[in-house]
């Protein structure tokens, strides 16, 4: 038996058919910020950041997000003003008053996602998002980059994949 968003060794066609698509991603990438060129000069930036840690959640996306070891790290694309928000962990835990200093990128939680936790709900006094939540098992093998992108990739997390695989690369 597997626990759910466990990270394992990928079969050998399988694996190649991903780093396949993978690859392709990152191809795509490559196109779409060369053919917006220096307009997108401020949010490359900003990107950059993100960059630096990929299993960082965005509050601005939809879709799943991959954290690893139960800790959540959020991430925003505007930091030029300060934000006070809450996390809640599905219907288990709430966490309220934090506060998201201006000019930082990246927010750490400082409580462990719950066990079991799937949604989590990050709420402003402007909006509110939702976060489908993949978790790496304590026991999934983190060293192996390789099986780390793939697992992303499975579980729906294409930002955070292509972060990671830039991050290989060294591009920073």
Same mark, same amino acid.
């Given at each position: 038996?597997?626990?759910?968003?466990? &990270? =394992?060794?990928?079969?050998?066609?399988?694996? %190649?058919? #991903?780093?396949?698509?993978?690859?392709?991603?990152?191809?795509?990438? %490559?196109?779409?910020?060369?053919?917006?060129?220096?307009?997108? +000069?401020?949010?490359?930036?900003? /990107?950059?950041?993100?960059?630096?840690?990929?299993?960082?959640?965005?509050? /601005?996306?939809?879709?799943?997000?991959? !954290? %690893?070891?139960?800790?959540? !790290?959020?991430?925003?694309?505007?930091?030029?003003?300060?934000?006070?928000?809450? &996390?809640?962990?599905?219907? =288990? #835990?709430?966490?309220?008053?934090?506060?998201?200093?201006?000019?930082?990128?990246?927010?750490?939680?400082?409580?462990?996602?719950?066990?079991?936790?799937?949604?989590?709900? &990050?709420?402003?006094?402007? =909006?509110?998002?939702?976060?489908?939540?993949?978790?790496?098992? +304590?026991? +999934?093998?983190?060293?192996?980059?390789?099986?780390?992108?793939?697992?992303?990739?499975?579980?729906?997390?294409?930002?955070? +994949?292509?972060?990671?695989?830039?991050?290989? %690369?060294?591009? #920073?």
């Amino acid at each position: 038996m597997e626990a759910e968003g466990s &990270v =394992k060794a990928p079969d050998i066609r399988e694996g %190649r058919t #991903k780093l396949g698509a993978i690859a392709g991603l990152l191809t795509n990438e %490559r196109k779409r910020t060369e053919a917006l060129g220096s307009s997108r +000069a401020s949010t490359i930036a900003t /990107e950059r950041k993100i960059i630096e840690n990929p299993w960082a959640v965005s509050i /601005e996306e939809p879709g799943p997000a991959c !954290v %690893r070891d139960d800790h959540l !790290v959020l991430s925003r694309s505007e930091a030029t003003k300060e934000m006070s928000f809450s &996390v809640v962990f599905g219907n =288990k #835990k709430r966490i309220d008053g934090l506060l998201w200093k201006a000019g930082e990128f990246l927010y750490a939680v400082r409580d462990p996602i719950p066990p079991g936790t799937h949604v989590i709900v &990050v709420e402003t006094h402007e =909006k509110w998002g939702q976060i489908d939540v993949k978790i790496a098992s +304590a026991g +999934a093998d983190l060293a192996n980059p390789i099986e780390v992108l793939l697992w992303m990739f499975n579980n729906g997390c294409r930002r955070q +994949a292509i972060a990671f695989a830039l991050q290989l %690369r060294g591009i #920073k």
